[in-house]
């Protein structure tokens, strides 16, 4: 059975660095109680989480065709392609995640679906939108002020 031995060091520090000490430490905190809370926080970003292998399909970047449900399947060779795209901008990829995926897909209209999915993936988005139709293209023609005519005998002439 071996014991801890506790390892002193030895540190020089220059006046300035004994301000900033002083300065940043908490209240009641010796110098090198603060140091070690320094080399401690270090040693805690170092240090990996052992990565666990996953079961959930879909959390790989290419997926299978079978995981897409039978009322979407219309749609999936578009998702098969968008798939890729979201797990490389490092969005969360699980099973969850592609359920509330499907879930919104089907509040679309079909039209809407392909267009949503076409868009995510031209756009290199991590999610589906919903497709909103632009106000200018609801607009009537000939709405502008100036494509009225105005003649003194006629008045304003459309």
Known sequence: MSAK?????SVFLDQEMATFID???AYGMNRSDYMRSIVWEKMKRKRSKPSQPSDDPFTYPVINGRLIPDDLKE???LIL???PIRHKKKATCSRKVAERIFDRLRTFTPKDR???LE???SG???DIWEVKQS???DEPKNNHPQHRVFTADKGFID
């Open 124 to 126: 290199g988005w991590m």
């Open 81 to 83: 392609e968008w798939w």
């Open 5 to 9: 031995k506790d390892i002193k060091v």
């Open 23 to 25: 300065e940043t430490k």
């Open 119 to 121: 868009r995510a993936i």
């Open 135 to 137: 106000k200018i293209a």
């Open 75 to 77: 749609y999936s060779q």
């Open 114 to 116: 392909k267009i949503a």
